[in-house]
């Protein structure tokens, strides 16, 4: 069994099986006598492969409408949103965060905002505010 430490925590490969576990795992690992090589690919050096991307919607208070984006960083993004920096909802502020989800990368979450762009994904969207605003009157309700 060899331990090997890389960026990306301890991954432990049965022996013989090094280069088979190493490809799934985006790594090559060359294993000699005494050394372990493991080459990592450019993909997983760049800063963006190891960030989190999430996909955010926001309800303008002024005429009620929603809004879908996505960013790296939604606390930023958000400020941006308030401060008008934002053309497509300069006119729409003052806005409120609704709901976020999570994505390990950028291609991921640009699908799931196509997605909740689209028809299905507004009645998805529809249900979850449906769900917030029933779940917070009946926390609100004296028992």
Known sequence: MLKLQTGFGILRVPQGQSGGIGRRAGLKIQSGSHRVRVQVPPLARHPFYLMSFFVYLLKSEKDQKLYI?????????????????VPSTRHRCPCVLLYTESYPTRIEAAKRERFL??????????????EMVTSSLTRETPA
């Not at 969207?125 to 449906?130: H, P, R, S, V």
């Open 69 to 85: 984006g996505m960013t790296s960083n939604v606390a930023r993004r958000v400020k941006e949103h308030a401060a008008g920096k």
């Open 117 to 130: 762009k689209s028809g299905p994904g507004h009645r998805f969207l529809k249900t979850i505010i449906a």
